[in-house]
């Protein structure tokens, strides 16, 4: 069976080979570079430990051991945030987290060499106004071994 991967930057299921993606046209790898999906717990338990001085105080991330993914949540500093603002602003409020969490992660990625491609949204909006909790897959850009 043909597998597939996913565009990092749009997240859209595309072949295997393609080297660019069909919906948004982003160059999928470099010539000699590959994605690798990560997908072992202790190696994404490392990655999250890294994640930590660059996230953002109103998120918290851990490894969904079950999913394979990292999950995105509002950190507790962040509902205090959230809780001292009117219901009315707080979507505002949310929207300005969201934009923090991807500016983070880009620098993060930049700087580790990881690919972040948001995977799964639940929207758990219980309360008014908040963050939704964000899977993301993480994949390694590594160098293509050269076949036989
Ligand atoms: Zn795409």
């Known amino acids: 069976m043909a597998t597939s991967k996913s565009c990092p930057a749009c997240g859209r299921k595309v072949p295997e080979d393609a080297r660019f993606c069909p919906y948004c046209g982003y160059k999928l790898c470099l010539e000699d570079e590959e ?16 994640l930590q001085n660059y996230l953002p105080a109103e998120w918290s991330c851990k490894v969904d051991k079950k999913r394979k993914r990292l999950k995105f949540e509002i950190s507790l500093t962040g509902s ?16 300005e987290m969201l934009a923090r969490l991807e500016e ?21 909006w219980t309360i008014v106004g908040f963050p939704p909790t964000l899977y993301y897959k993480v994949y390694r850009i590594s160098k293509r071994s050269k076949e036989n």
């Open 35 to 50: 994605f690798v999906v990560i997908e072992d717990v202790k190696e994404l338990e490392s990655i999250v430990k890294e």
């Open 104 to 124: 983070a992660l880009k620098v993060f990625e930049h700087e580790v060499g990881v690919k972040l491609v948001k995977d799964e949204i639940t929207p758990s």
């Open 80 to 95: 205090f945030l959230a809780f001292s603002i009117p219901q009315r602003v707080r979507g505002f409020l949310s929207l």
